[in-house]
């Protein structure tokens, strides 16, 4: 194999995150890294060397899902305090926010058009919204238990969700119904896609498990148990010929689709692997863990240029596709278990807990020089500690800050907030004012799809009467007639 192969090795290591990583995605162009984290923040790595990263400060709680735009041009985050961000990846930091659910959002993605947003939730609905007006659009309501993961096939016309409830649910986009439903887990199914070509869905499960199905017969194809604890995420090869997964017992597997087999077994994280994500070209991979490290992987493997096979890809996705073969490995579902021979792959990844590559802090509330200075004197360790009454008033203004950021979060960007010079008890009430508007707007959208339902309904209800009088008119005309000759 190695003389096929070049194996997987580690390319970077960015530190910045003061708590678990939980998301990860490669921007279209692959000239940017964003992930999520426990911290509350979203990093936006550069990849050039020596560049700067970005840190958006915005979310109240822990942020669960990332995803780049196809054109890069926003990046939308999800977050347990219920909303989810549409941020603009530079150093302006600008974002938008609306309240999507009545409970912790787990995940976002866009759709490959760019046009809208799926959401998946604590509350047991997934949602679609439409970017451009950041409107809600509508539900999908069949899952009984919190809802982890919800993606848009490569077309757009199909949504695949999963959950607590132990099922993964296909939705049709159109008529708005699920149209399949795929169990056989013994625990939560934690994470959900397609593949590239639209033609099969993988999940994962908290059972140990890999399950790649066929959506087109709608059967289970292969059946991968090659990890020793949960499995929390994994992410196609854009060729479709390989995934990678995380796994709560600090490994990634590189698994090849057409082979049926592990090949590859990485280590590198302590602790859970919570994120991983290859590169829209499939040349690198990046994973984020338990440990607050963002691993940055160079695939090698394969070398491959898959443009034109991806160009090929989208065409054929139709809405009745004929078989492809190459799509189907094996030709019967069976399991497939770690076999001998699979490379193990241990990088040393040096120190992760110094501030590399310089961070600027984005949208942060109050924003100040002297705040990043203290955060570096406390992360690095490199300048003389702050001591006496200057460090008492230094943790003073760093409680504060944190107390406006959660009054403030929901409403403008903090650059905004700074310039305005409104008081922040005012700011406080508009940022209410803004909640209630949105939840009033979501209810006001659902109250409009019910109203039009009900339309429906009498419109189709009126028409049966006046058929029915139509007929009746010519029910008592006719008996008149059979009347008058008789008089």
Not at 47 to 72: E, Q
């Amino acid at each position: 194999m190695a003389s096929v192969m070049e194996d997987p090795t580690l390319e970077r290591h960015f530190k910045g995150h003061k708590d678990v990583v939980s998301c990860a995605d490669f921007s279209p162009n692959n000239k940017q890294l964003a992930t999520g984290s426990c911290d509350k923040n979203l990093m936006i790595w550069n990849l050039t060397p020596k560049a700067r990263a970005f840190r958006f400060v915005g979310h109240t709680d822990i942020i669960t899902g990332v995803h780049f735009s196809p054109s890069g041009s926003l990046v939308a985050s999800s977050s347990r305090d219920q909303t989810v961000r549409l941020w603009t990846p530079s150093i302006k930091g600008e974002s938008t926010v609306f309240k999507a659910h009545t409970a912790s959002v787990r995940s976002v993605q866009f759709s490959s058009d760019g046009q809208r947003l799926v959401t998946a939730s604590d509350d047991k609905s997934v949602k679609v919204w439409g970017v451009e007006r950041k409107k809600f659009l509508y539900s999908l309501n069949r899952h009984t238990n919190w809802v982890r993961c919800a993606r848009f096939s490569p077309d757009g016309r199909l949504v695949a969700s999963c959950g607590d409830d132990r099922t993964v649910r296909l939705w049709d986009t159109s008529s708005r119904q699920c149209i399949n439903i795929f169990t056989d887990y013994e625990g939560s199914a934690t994470f959900v896609d397609f593949n590239s070509s639209g033609t099969c869905i993988a999940s994962s499960g908290a059972d140990n498990t890999l399950k790649i199905w066929d959506i087109r017969t709608n059967k289970l194809i292969q059946h991968y148990r090659v990890h020793s604890a949960g499995v929390n995420c994994f992410s196609f090869h854009p060729s479709g010929n390989y995934l990678i997964s995380g796994s709560s017992d600090s490994t990634m597997k590189i698994l090849d689709l057409l082979e049926g087999r592990l090949i590859y077994t990485l280590h590198g994280h302590k602790g859970p692997v919570l994120a991983v994500a290859f590169s829209r070209d499939g040349g690198l991979f990046a994973s984020g863990g338990a440990d607050s490290q963002v691993l940055m992987w160079k695939t090698n493997f394969d070398s491959l240029n898959y443009r034109d096979l991806l160009s090929r890809h989208s065409k054929r996705v139709t809405p009745d596709p004929p078989p492809h073969l190459t799509d189907i490995y094996p030709r019967a579902p069976h399991p497939h278990n770690a076999q001998n021979g699979t490379v193990e792959i241990n990088p040393i990844v040096a120190d992760t807990q110094s501030g590399d590559p310089q961070v600027v802090e984005v949208g942060r509330v109050l924003f100040s020089t002297a705040d990043v200075r203290s955060h570096d004197r406390a992360t690095s360790g490199r300048e003389q500690p702050i001591s006496g009454p200057f460090r008492t008033r230094m943790r003073h203004r760093e409680e504060e800050d944190e107390d406006q950021e959660e009054r403030f979060a929901g409403s403008m960007t903090a650059s905004r907030e700074e310039r305005s010079g409104i008081p922040s008890s005012i700011t406080s009430t508009l940022e209410n004012i803004v909640q209630q508007l949105d939840i009033l707007t979501q209810t006001v959208a659902v109250l409009e799809e019910r109203l039009t339902l009900t339309e429906d309904k009498l419109r189709t209800c009126l028409d049966n009467q006046v058929l029915l009088l139509q007929q009746r008119q010519q029910v008592d005309g006719s008996d008149e007639e059979a009347e008058g000759p008789s008089v």
